[in-house]
């Protein structure tokens, strides 16, 4: 796949297209602290940065000409491909904020589209990027695993405040966040994960649903217990509880802190997102692409068994 040049050293040229709350709370603050970067132009119908050339939307960006090795898109999920599509077809390094696309079948096509452009796609998930994670993930890679329970609980009035989309058809509504834990999830536990029941809470007056609870198997037969709730009041809870045959392993606020046996293990800072682009600064020097779909997929599975119920409506 083509590079950014072939001066390794040379700051990658970016874009970036969506400028609402992640892009200003993370991305924009990595951004300002990898020196792998330039961030040269933005789009957003809504919003601007100074001193940054900024665009209605990526067409108009495209065209104006800042010579872009590559974007990185903070857009919400729905309407995202078409968006990707366009900076691929202009031979442009994509990275895709979590979750990557509205469907499975989307992120397929972006990846065989990215393939034959000969650019690079990446899929981010930044939970994975937490500071227990991948301690937690050599630890369980000699456990036996009996069971696994996941308890994702945020307040969406706080984290999400206004945001309708994310409750309307395409937004993934509690799976927002709890694909974060699904994308831990994949990642430290050393066998397929499958989703054999759901049952999804819907807001009377929303399309996706405010609060979740499944079951998974992990491998053959280990049970995987997943709850995850947008109404959660008081503390917030991000925690991944593993039982194995050598104690009791546990991710807590979000994957960043791990206690084994009751003993607090590896922790560390928030640097999720400045470690998401330094591996997406390597993978457009190596000419490579990464892309990991299972998350996703399920939260499809999730979706497509999932028993609905209808709850109280909701509103911010």
Partial sequence: MRSAGTDSVRRIRLG???????????HLPALAADA??????????????????????IT?????????????????????????????DAGLAVM?????????????????RARAAGVTLFTTW??????????????????TIRAVRIDWREDIRHWHPG?????????????????????????ILPAELRVTASRLQVPANRAAPIAASLDLVLGHD??????????????QRWDIVVETD?????????????????VAGQSGPNTEYPRIYRHFADLIRAGCSDVDLRPLQLVADAFLLGQCVQVAPFTF
């Fill in 16 to 26: 970036l297209v969506g400028i609402g709350k992640i892009a200003r709370d993370q």
């Fill in 36 to 57: 792998s970067f330039d961030l040269v132009a933005t789009a957003s119908r809504h919003a601007s940065l100074p001193d940054i050339p900024g665009h209605a939307d």
């Fill in 246 to 262: 050598r104690g009791t392993l546990a991710l807590h606020d979000g994957g960043r802190r791990l206690m084994i046996g009751g």
């Fill in 222 to 235: 280990i049970p995987v217990q997943v709850e995850f709730d947008f109404l959660q009041t008081g503390p």
């Fill in 126 to 143: 930044h939970s994975r990027e937490a500071g227990g994670v991948d301690a937690a993930r050599a630890w369980l890679a000699d456990a």
């Fill in 163 to 187: 945001q309708d989309w994310i409750l309307a058809a395409g937004g993934f509504g509690v799976f927002d966040p709890g694909i974060n834990a699904l994308s831990i999830a994949t990642a």
């Fill in 96 to 112: 895709l904020e979590k979750p990557p696309g509205a469907t499975v079948s989307e992120v397929v096509a972006l990846t065989d």
């Fill in 60 to 88: 108009a960006m495209l065209a104006a000409g800042h010579a872009l090795d590559a974007v990185s898109l903070c857009t919400p999920p729905a309407g995202r491909f078409e968006i990707a599509a366009a900076a691929i």
